[in-house]
């Protein structure tokens, strides 16, 4: 009983500390708050290749364009790189390192002007193994987990955008 009562008083401090931090949440709001509405209003560039047929898809399932007439522009260059790291004693790859980059940029459709520029990676490690379907499965299946990833990181990169340049103009 002694035990709890001493860690009560450090837990009530740090739950005060955490109160006033001033940590507000992203989507405040809900579905019709600021952000969540900036991201409805994005549109997709096309984006080429394969990799950029799966970051395109993956972003249009994350910001959800409502229909709205877009006040944004996503455009966006991946870099796909596939590189051998490990090598066995008959000099072929044991390992690959499967890297996807993206940099993107949001543009003001009615400005023309870029409000963001940045990027945003991500790696997967892959086994090579004896099939050569499996390697291909393997490195696909990658593509598509990194697809998702960066896609993430890029939604939450605007919206943070959105919430910052919101609160900002707020008076």
């Keep these: 009983m002694k035990r709890i009562a001493s860690l009560a008083a450090p837990l009530a401090l740090t739950v005060l500390g955490l109160s006033g931090c001033g940590l507000k949440p992203l989507y405040t709001g809900g579905g019709s708050g600021v952000v969540a ?36 522009r996503l455009e966006v260059r991946l870099d796909d790189k596939i590189t051998g790291l490990g090598v066995r004693r008959d000099d ?9 980059r993206a940099r993107y940029q949001l543009i003001d459709l009615t400005k023309g002007t870029v409000l963001l520029d940045a990027t945003a990676g991500s790696d997967a490690g892959i086994d090579v193994v004896g099939s050569e379907y499996a390697t291909i499965a393997a490195e696909n299946t990658a593509l598509e987990r990194l697809s998702d990833i960066v896609a993430d990181q890029i939604v939450s990169r605007v919206a943070l955008y959105a919430q910052r340049t919101q609160t900002s103009k707020a008076p």
């Design 92 to 100: 072929s790859v044991a390992r690959e390192q499967r890297t996807l």
């Design 37 to 72: 509405t900036t991201l409805t209003r994005i549109q997709v560039a096309p984006i080429e290749g394969k990799a950029g047929w799966l970051m395109t898809n993956a972003l249009n399932d994350r910001l959800a364009a409502g229909g709205a007439t877009p006040l944004y």
